[in-house]
């Protein structure tokens, strides 16, 4: 038991060495609509209160203010090196 699970680590942490280098180095930050936003575990969403949904969103959610208003929030991901500000 105890072999299966190193051999599985190993394999896992190969797989992200291989991926970071064959990324290779990170280029200049690209542009995106989103001013602020939230990584989880990598994945970078938009945090931005918007009046109405984007055209280009995919997953538009309506989120309640404080005081009742109804405003949206575009929770599709974000490309690689988006250049927001980490909210």
């Known amino acids: ?8 680590i190993l394999v896992l942490q190969a797989l992200l060495v291989s991926a970071a280098v064959a990324k290779g180095p990170a280029g200049p930050k690209k542009q995106c609509w989103c001013g602020e936003c939230t990584s989880w575990s990598g994945v970078w969403s938009c945090d931005d209160f918007l009046t109405k949904c ?10 309640s203010t404080d005081k009742g ?3 949206y929030r575009c929770r599709d991901f974000l490309p690689e090196n988006c250049g927001c500000k980490i909210h």
């Not at 038991?1 to 599985?8: E, G, H, Q, V």
């Not at 984007?54 to 989120?63: F, G």
């Open 1 to 8: 038991m105890k072999s299966s699970t190193l051999l599985a």
């Open 54 to 63: 984007a055209a280009t969103c995919k997953n538009c959610v309506p989120v």
């Open 69 to 71: 208003a109804i405003k």
